[in-house]
């Protein structure tokens, strides 16, 4: 059994960014990634935009994956890759972790653990689409995987479900590819994508984005055939005598990412049902001492500047970490909120700003955020536009919080 | 009753019920039911209507059905010669569990036997949509051949599972009833399953011995029907394992083969045309499933009708596990729950997944497994009696099956009543899976002494019945798990993430002794895809796996059927499309 | 008058622009990068596009690239024909251009993946 101080599971931003940061600290760090290659999803997002906030460049997700790729190397920080984690089990000290790979099964022991993990995306059987199993339905993950990575076309004339960005960014894609993208159905009365990808993927090429409308049901036996697409409620849930079919070969669905917390849950951490993602204190820490989380596996975030942000802070505190007295005070959460994390305030406090990441349920104009501590708003600060798609960030002063005995946030709209 | 009493009683009764709109004519072995509908379910109903029960007697469904262009049985676009003009001593028609499972039992003897199927796998249809439940027989009357081969079936599974290498395992069944009062009825019909059907596991439980194995049953239940013997199976698992078994031991299977026509001359199958060419048989199996009647039709032996019934299965995510770890159901009396199913239930199976349903739905439909959103509510609502907990939330993936029922819903394993070198293996449905490897054994018997009037049938002897499954990296121990990647270290190469499916699975998949390069053919042998993201993340992988194993343009990979191909060429290179 | 929303920031600013008159006329604006944005996208906006290019390997059957500026937006097609033409078969790192100064628009196309033939 070899020891490290902290494993971080996932090369994905998240966790190149934490592995860095994780070995500034100066401890030893080994990274652990299921793939050939580092990088995780960026690998195929090969448009551009990513980097803005962290290096004010506009880079492809390969040139941002690269940035930290390098920086690894140069920092010859250990490397696992191709390397699969079949159990974590929690130790007195650490945890204890088998891994499997093309050399066979081995056992690393650490003190501390990083899960970025990463999402997934959510399948058509999920979102109930029915009628036969037709090929030509794919997420929008899996349709990039077939045409960057692999170089082939998933669809000559498709339909896209759902509007979140990666459905966006792939409708303009495929019609740089010269497929024919007929439309962009989302359930939703308001998009869920980026608006500069509303703009730049959809309006660009012409392509019609249908709010409130889903699609029901696929046609064709061997290769689909068409798609019937109903109008839907309020509720999202389709009106009778509304449906009308459209003929196509590939239905696109773009309807949801979820966070990949098989290994969390395997070590009996609890998830929140808003942010599908373990609850975390200010350190990015879960229920269990000494197991940190950050990326796409703790929340599903809109840019991947956050998630390096985040990561790095992660992978700093799981190097710091010392398994000290303290004790854990509830976030409460008032108004218009759709999540907030850190979910928990662990005392006592540190010295580093708390990152805060929230998203709102309905879209404000304007908005005041407010820290309630023992009854007293002791913080506000006031957002502009916040809509459902966009995540909101923010950084709180460790000192607003002391000796608190109830912490509450607040979300409320100013008229 | 002689058949012209029987023939002006059954006029009568369908007079009564819809004056001029049917009529019955009683042949020799059959009731043929005449006349026209615009409702399929008033179809199945009248014929229904016509069965004699304990009587030699099946029914024929020529009822027209108004406004419906009858379907064409979907063919394989491809056609060759690769079978043409080629002699076999058998030919089964319909590589489904039952042809598979007597075609590995006809080549113990030295014959020269073809498997084919219209599908790109084996088990396309029934034996792969199915819930994989080998079943204990409790529920099944006395007298039919579902009841006879039901406990033979049953008892020789785990011998054929170990032969094959496939898992099996006895998970129980609890049939539990909600009505208190019916226990002393429920105790008597334990006592004549065990006594007079051979169902010897059958007894009565309190429900508090139950709850203490299965927690999550509905505290409505007042006792439970307990089977020891019931298990589980993965259906297609087993259908290819004897599939592979029978190519072993020299059987040839053609996939991608469709009956087309056959040339019937005194009573025999001299030939049977297919798009991959002509060919000669001694003797033809039925085993066609949903379309054996349609075979029997082309043999002009057509003496029984099929009429397809839908059931929908649910899949739950692994993290529904709680639920159960057997096979539970509940019953209340009183209740009009279709009568042709016990009414479905929640099961745990090999894979250590929640397996839900199914619910039964007469169609007309003999290939079209679609599924509808009120299958899904409708089989929550019902199995949540059995286990509150269950959630739709939890549901990953659901397919829906078709059963070939005949309207007296028991099989027909006999020889053709006309032509005579047929036998029809029809009507199969469940229990199909439990009963396969007895009904295989006889079938096959039949057919070699039938064979042996003349000719000379030898036995195989080189026959191995033993076959080599793909190892499960997943249920092995670290240990074991290890020795086996230092061996081949494409075993520590993980493709599928979700159900932890190796490089080297998926290659032994693609190198198996029954080639078959579909995606589907590949999830079917070692579950990639099969796991929560229902192949997000494999798919591409596997597809270019197959691609490169077999030489094929990536755009030539197809889902599962013909035509159903994965990605288009791109532009790029200065290709065309 | 024409209405558009900016995406220079996630502030997402509700542009009115009057282009009645000679002189362009931005409003609804929380910054002059709003205004500078609705004036490029009224007379040549500009775009950058990312795609891939065929290579000669089979384990790395594409490798993505992107323009190394803006574009116009009226010239994305022609630069496209241009990338679905070429296959690329030596090595080459991120950065180096695939294809220089394509379709004479003093832009090159360069790769974001670094490709080894083989």
Redesign the interface.
């Known amino acids: 059994m070899k020891h490290v101080h902290t494993i971080v599971i996932g090369g994905g931003p998240a966790g190149l960014a934490a592995a860095i940061s994780a070995h500034k600290q100066g401890v030893s760090v080994l990274l652990i990634e299921r793939e050939s290659k580092l990088g995780g999803i960026l690998k195929q997002c090969i448009h551009d935009g990513f980097g803005l906030d962290r290096f004010k460049e506009r880079l492809t997700g390969p040139e941002y994956a690269k940035r930290f790729i390098d920086e690894l190397d140069a920092l010859s920080i250990d490397v696992l890759l191709s390397t699969t984690v079949l159990h974590i089990a929690k130790e007195k000290e650490g945890y204890c972790l088998d891994v499997v790979n093309a050399d066979g099964v081995a056992r690393y022991s650490c003190k501390s653990l990083v899960l970025s993990t990463g999402c997934r995306e959510r399948t058509s059987r999920q979102v109930f689409i029915h009628g036969q199993r037709p090929s030509g339905v794919y997420t929008a993950g899996s349709a990039q995987y077939f045409m960057n990575i692999l170089g082939m076309l998933p669809t000559r004339r498709c339909v896209i479900l759902g509007s979140g960005d990666i459905g966006l960014i792939m409708a303009r894609r495929l019609s740089l590819e010269g497929a024919q993208v007929l439309g962009v159905y989302e359930a939703k009365p308001t998009p869920s994508g980026l608006t500069r990808n509303l703009l730049q993927c959809l309006e660009d090429y012409n392509i019609p984005l249908h709010l409130s409308h889903t699609v029901i049901k696929v046609y064709g036996d061997s290769r689909l055939e068409g798609v019937e697409i109903s109008k839907v409620d309020e509720n999202m849930h389709p009106i009778p005598g509304t449906s009308f079919r459209v003929d196509c070969d590939a239905l696109i669905l773009s309807v949801g990412l979820i966070p990949e917390n098989e290994l969390a849950e395997s070590l009996s951490i609890s998830l929140d049902p808003k942010t599908k993602g373990p609850f975390v204190n200010q350190y990015f820490m879960t229920e269990k001492e000494g197991c940190f989380i950050c990326g796409n596996a703790l929340h599903v975030n809109d840019l991947v500047d956050h998630v390096s942000y985040c990561a790095t802070k992660a992978g700093a505190y799981a190097a710091q970490y010392e398994n000290k007295k303290h004790y854990d005070q509830p976030v409460q959460v008032e108004g218009n909120f759709g999540y907030f994390i850190p979910q928990r305030i662990r005392y006592p406090l540190g010295e580093d700003p708390i990152a805060c990441y929230f998203r709102v349920n309905r879209e404000m104009k304007k908005a005041k955020f407010s820290l309630i501590v023992n009854d007293q708003i002791i913080y506000t600060k006031v957002f502009h536009h916040v809509k459902p798609p966009e995540m909101e960030f923010l950084e709180l002063k460790q000192d607003l919080f002391k000796g608190a005995k109830t912490i509450s946030v607040k979300m409320e709209e100013l008229l | 009753m002689n058949v012209h009493s029987l023939e002006k009683r059954l006029n009568r009764m369908l007079y009564k019920l819809y004056p001029g709109q049917f009529s019955v004519q009683v042949t020799d072995d059959s009731i043929v039911v005449k006349g026209f509908s615009e409702d399929w379910n008033q179809i199945v109903d009248v014929c229904q209507r016509c069965v004699v029960k304990n009587s030699s007697y099946h029914v024929v469904n020529d009822i027209k059905f108004l406004n419906h262009e009858p379907k064409q049985m979907l063919v394989p676009h491809k056609t060759s010669q690769q079978y043409d003009q080629k002699h076999y001593d058998v030919v089964i028609i319909g590589a489904g569990i039952s042809g598979a499972s007597i075609a590995r039992e006809l080549s113990r003897f030295d014959l020269s036997i073809l498997l084919l199927d219209k599908e790109t796998d084996v088990a396309m249809h029934a034996s792969s949509k199915n819930d994989g439940e080998v079943h204990p027989g409790v529920d099944l009357p006395k007298g039919s051949l579902k009841q006879k081969y039901v406990v033979r079936g049953n008892r020789m599974y785990d011998r054929i599972c170990k032969e094959l290498d496939v898992p099996f395992y006895r998970r129980g069944q609890y049939v539990g009833f909600t009505q208190g009062w019916l226990r002393p009825v429920v105790e008597a019909f334990a006592l004549q399953r065990r006594v007079e059907c051979g169902v010897d596991d059958t007894r009565v439980i309190s429900a508090k011995e139950a709850f203490k194995r299965e927690p999550n049953l509905s505290k409505d239940i007042q006792f439970v029907l307990y089977n020891t013997s019931a298990g589980c199976v993965s259906p297609y698992g087993l259908t290819i394992a004897y599939a592979e078994n029978a190519v072993m031991n020299g059987a040839e299977i053609a996939l991608n083969t469709a009956v087309l026509d056959m040339k019937v001359q005194k009573g025999k199958i001299v030939s049977i045309q297919t798009n991959q060419g002509i060919i000669y048989p001694k003797i033809v199996i039925n085993c066609a499933g949903v379309f054996a009647e349609d075979i029997a039709r082309m043999a002009k032996d057509r003496f029984y009708s099929i009429h397809p019934r839908r059931g929908t299965d649910l899949i739950l995510d692994k993290k529904a596990n709680f639920l159960t770890k057997s096979i539970v159901s509940t019953k209340t009396l009183g209740q009009q729950a279709n009568q042709h199913t016990k009414g479905g239930g929640i099961m745990r199976t090999v894979e250590d997944t929640i397996l839900v349903g199914p619910n039964a739905q007469e169609t007309y439909e003999k290939e079209d497994f679609s599924t509808y959103p009120e299958d899904i509510d409708t089989i929550i609502a019902r199995q949540s009696r059995t286990c509150p907990k269950l959630a739709k939330k939890d549901v990953i993936a659901y397919y829906t099956g078709i059963r070939a029922a005949t309207f007296e819903e028991d099989y027909i394993l006999e020889w053709g009543h006309h032509t005579k070198n047929l036998y029809h293996v029809a009507g199969i449905q469940s229990p199909g899976l439990t009963t396969a490897p007895a009904v295989a054994v006889d079938v096959s018997h039949a057919v070699v002494e039938r064979l042996r009037i003349y000719q000379e049938v030898k036995e195989n002897k080189a026959f191995d019945p033993i076959r080599k499954g793909i190892p499960m990296l997943r249920t092995m121990s670290l240990q074991e798990r290890n020795d086996l990647v230092r061996k081949n270290p494409d075993y520590g190469i993980m493709v599928c993430r979700c159900e932890e499916i190796s490089k080297g699975e998926i290659l032994d998949a693609l190198r198996s002794p029954l080639k078959v390069h579909t995606l589907d053919a590949v999830k079917r042998r070692c579950r990639p895809g099969m796991g929560r993201c229902q192949g997000g993340f494999c798919a591409p992988l596997v597809a270019k796996m197959i691609s490169d194993e077999y030489q094929i343009p990536l755009e030539e990979v197809i889902k599962s059927t013909d035509g159903s191909n994965l990605v288009y060429k791109s532009k790029k290179g200065g290709a065309s499309y | 008058m024409k209405e558009?929303?900016c995406?220079v920031c996630?502030?997402?600013c509700h542009l009115k622009i009057d282009a009645s008159k000679e002189e362009i006329k931005v409003t609804g604006n929380?910054c002059p990068r709003g205004e500078a944005f609705a004036r490029a996208e009224m007379t040549c906006p500009m775009?950058?596009?990312?795609?891939?290019?065929?290579t000669t390997s089979?384990v790395q059957?594409?490798v993505?690239?992107?323009v190394s500026q803006e574009i116009p937006?009226s010239k994305?097609f022609d630069v496209?024909d241009q990338i679905?033409?070429?296959?690329l078969d030596h090595d080459l790192d991120?950065g180096q251009p695939i294809i220089q100064n394509v379709c004479d628009l003093g832009v090159d196309v360069i790769l974001?993946?670094s490709f080894r033939n083989g």
């Not at chain 3, 775009?47 to 065929?54: A, D, H, L, Q, Y």
């Open positions: 558009m929303i995406i996630p502030n997402g929380l775009r950058t596009i990312s795609s891939t290019v065929k089979s059957p594409v993505s690239v992107k937006k994305i496209m679905q033409s070429v296959v991120v974001t993946t």
